[in-house]
């Protein structure tokens, strides 16, 4: 019985990682486009304990949405990880994809609805 070569066609894993990061880089830039089109002005007749809408957003993105990125990233590397290892997904892009899209999701709907 001969053993069958290794097939070198199956996804790399460092450009999965990139396309992974790709993803997580898209949503940072964009929540930061976000930020740049709120208002920074405060309500005149607000007094002092009021915030702007930016400064608002930007706490929610500090306390709430930047943890949930990273418990999505971590998923998302150990599913990169399990993808790599178990598939024969030959397109690095539909790897780092795969790994990256579904905890950015499960990530957003958990972030919005809060």
Do not use: K, N
């Amino acid at each position: 019985m001969t053993l069958a070569p290794p097939r070198t066609d199956l996804a790399d894993g460092r450009s999965s990682l990139l396309v992974l990061a790709g993803w997580y880089v898209a949503v940072v830039v964009a929540f930061g486009l976000f930020l740049g089109m709120l208002s920074g002005s405060v309500p005149a007749d607000c007094g002092e304990v009021c915030d702007s809408e930016r400064s608002e957003m930007l706490m929610f993105g500090l306390y709430v949405a930047l943890p949930a990125m990273f418990l999505a990233l971590l998923i998302s590397l150990a599913t990169l990880a399990v993808l790599l290892a178990r598939t024969r997904i030959r397109s690095s892009t539909m790897v780092g994809s795969l790994a990256a899209v579904l905890p950015l999701l499960v990530c957003g709907l958990l972030a919005t609805s809060l």
